[in-house]
């Protein structure tokens, strides 16, 4: 496995932290509704650029998290867990 491979399964876990801040249940993940979904998010952050923002968001303080953040290219399927009740803590969009 070269480095930027393991870097890539490193830094992947970020995306389950993000979604236990934003109050998304990772444990949906196994349910087919929402599997593919948990794959694909997984997938994006182990390919992101974006490592040292998403570390610095991360080290914030709770009160900080508003929502997913903007440079996140998971944000909008974030946004999308975050509001489907089913599992999110959002159950209307905020604007």
Same mark, same amino acid.
């Given at each position: 496995m070269s480095s930027s491979? =393991?870097?890539g399964y490193a830094t992947a876990a970020?995306?389950?932290t993000m979604m236990e =801040?934003?109050?998304i249940d990772s444990g949906c993940r196994v349910a087919? =509704?929402?599997g593919l979904a948990f794959c694909c998010a997984l997938r994006t952050c182990r390919a992101c650029t974006a490592r040292a923002a998403c570390?610095? *968001?991360l080290a914030k303080?709770?009160?900080a998290r508003f929502g997913p953040p903007?440079?996140?290219p998971n944000n909008d399927l974030l *946004?999308?867990?975050l509001c489907d009740p089913a599992i999110g803590r959002c159950t209307h969009p905020v604007l």
């Open positions: 491979s =393991r870097s970020n995306v389950d =801040r934003l109050g087919p =509704r929402f570390a610095e *968001w303080g709770p009160e903007k440079f996140c *946004w999308e867990l």
